[in-house]
């Protein structure tokens, strides 16, 4: 797996330092802008009480569920329509209705059908994250180049050892592209989410904070749901090289 791009921190360093230098001098004023140390005796105190890892850890468990739901759903609809393109074509015209319309537009209709429970933000994670994940599916599959299938035929393969062994090794690179869009939009969705309607969570700590005037807080939650992220990106990008080396390692043995 690739280091982490050091060379990307910098810019993370300087607006620190123009932030904590501004602050200090009072260049803007704090309210709108509260100071770093602020922001760090916020974080210190909600990790004390423990509110904060709470909070992250309800926001995790339910991009979890409605993203396990997702990859269920995403992937073999993504196969089928691949694999079968003829028929999709009947069922394209609902699915790219259904992609165009925001998941927080629906967010009034879901709360009135599934409540303001754990069930409504388990469907907006859905809702935003599926289609990433579809629609690389489903683009891995059906344009699977024609010369490796001639190749496969040419060898007098069945269709089900083309589709296992040529189709879809060579859509696991627009899967996996598919699996990590859809882990972001899953974040965005769930913070929309849970600002509307929650009682607890990261968008919820984050609104919280505005009614009471805590913009330090606000800032804070920002921060989290940034890193917090970034850091599931990069678990996800370190699982999946890991997986794929063992792939190789697996099938170098085979032929060893």
């Known amino acids: 797996m690739k280091r982490l791009n050091i060379k990307g921190v910098y810019i993370f360093i300087i607006i620190f330092l123009i932030w904590g230098i501004g602050s200090f ?26 509110k904060l890892i709470k909070h992250i850890g309800i926001s995790l468990k339910r991009i979890g569920i409605g993203f396990s739901i997702t990859v269920f ?28 319309t925001p998941p927080l537009a629906l967010i009034p209709m879901i709360i009135l059908w599934f409540g303001i429970g754990e069930t409504s933000k388990i469907v907006i994670i859905v809702l935003a994250s599926f289609f990433p994940v579809f629609l690389n599916v489903l683009k891995g ?43 972001g939009y899953s974040w965005r969705a769930i913070i929309g989410a849970e600002l509307i309607a929650a009682s607890s969570g990261i968008g919820y700590l984050i609104l919280d ?10 800032v804070l939650g920002i921060i989290v749901i940034g890193v917090t992220g970034i850091a599931t990106d990069y678990l996800f990008s370190y699982l999946v090289t890991s997986y794929l080396k063992k792939k190789r390692g697996d099938y170098n043995e085979e032929y060893v």
């Open 25 to 50: 001098f009072n260049l803007w004023n704090s309210y709108i802008i509260p100071s770093p140390l602020k922001i760090w005796e916020s974080f210190l105190k909600l990790i004390e009480n423990g």
């Open 73 to 100: 759903l995403a992937l073999p609809l993504g196969i089928f329509f691949g694999t079968f393109p003829k028929i999709y074509m009947y069922f394209k015209s609902i699915f790219e209705f259904l992609r165009h």
């Open 141 to 183: 599959i059906s344009q699977c180049d024609k010369k490796y299938i001639e190749v496969g035929q040419v060898f007098k393969l069945s269709k089900k050892d083309i589709f296992y062994k040529i189709i879809l090794p060579n859509s696991i690179p627009d899967i996996l592209i598919g699996l990590k869009l859809g882990i």
């Open 209 to 218: 904070a505005q009614q009471i005037s805590r913009s330090d807080i606000v």
